[in-house]
Antibody, heavy 119, light 107 residues
Framework: EVQLVESGGGLVQPGRSLKLSCAAS????????MAWVRQAPKKGLEWVAT????????YYPDSVKGRFTISRDNAKSSLYLQMNSLKSEDTATYYC????????????WGQGVMVTVSS | DIQMTQSPASLSASLEEIVTITCQAS??????LAWYQQKPGKSPQLLIY???SLADGVPSRFSGSRSGTQYSLKISRLQVEDIGSYYC?????????FGSGTKLEIK
């Protein structure tokens, strides 16, 4: 059974940093692109970052480019999101998601972790 | 960026009724479209990919279609377990973008 379990969320002040983790199991982690998708309270979904199987390629929307860094450790079947210079608009539930093998869609999602940026 | 205009924002329908949700892409994305369901308090789940292909384990009452740059998700016979929010997502190019969502309730 595919499982994605996020951790590392919490309350953080504007301008500070936070690192999220996602522990994957139930599939060969190194064979899949992985991603982070977020959802602000009572709002819709927003793609945040994608990383290739080896970690050599990463992709971000302009809203987080230069502030967020996605990374992975295939030996540990773990995905990470380093978030720097956090803003109030980054307040959201962050989901770790597996990208499907042959389609740019997300076929498995974690339960999500809440990040609140507030003073 | 590709904009996905989703409608309606909310929808109330009766059990067994046919429900249709639409997404309009701001440019040609071919069949690069997915639909997700998010039940209250839960994570999103993939329903449809490639505009019309049903994801594993998804009931056959769900279907997707395409007409040009307009995409539709149809629920043929609404069930109680179908309540929640639905989102489209274009998979054509980065940045990946989602529709604004449709909240589905039972009348």
């Amino acid at each position: 059974e595919v499982q994605l379990v996020e951790s590392g969320g919490g309350l953080v002040q504007p301008g500070r940093s936070l690192k999220l983790s996602c522990a994957a199991s139930g599939f060969t982690f190194s064979n899949y692109y992985m991603a982070w998708v977020r959802q602000a309270p009572k709002k819709g979904l927003e793609w945040v970052a994608t990383i290739s199987t080896s970690g050599s390629r990463t992709y971000y929307p302009d809203s987080v480019k230069g502030r967020f860094t996605i990374s992975r450790d295939n030996a540990k079947s773990s995905l990470y999101l380093q978030m720097n210079s956090l803003k109030s608009e980054d307040t959201a539930t962050y989901y770790c998601a597996r990208r499907a093998a042959n389609w740019v869609v997300f076929d498995y999602w974690g339960q999500g972790v809440m990040v609140t940026v507030s003073s | 960026d590709i904009q996905m205009t989703q409608s309606p924002a909310s929808l109330s329908a009766s059990l067994e009724e046919i429900v249709t949700i639409t997404c309009q892409a701001s440019q040609d994305i071919g069949n690069w479209l997915a639909w997700y369901q998010q039940k209250p308090g839960k994570s999103p789940q993939l329903l449809i990919y490639d505009a019309t292909s049903l994801a594993d384990g998804v009931p056959s009452r769900f279907s997707g279609s395409r007409s040009g740059t307009q995409y539709s998700l149809k629920i043929s016979r609404l069930q109680v377990e179908d309540i929640g929010s639905y989102y489209c997502q274009q998979a054509h190019s980065n940045p990946l973008t989602f529709g604004s969502g449709t909240k589905l309730e039972i009348k």
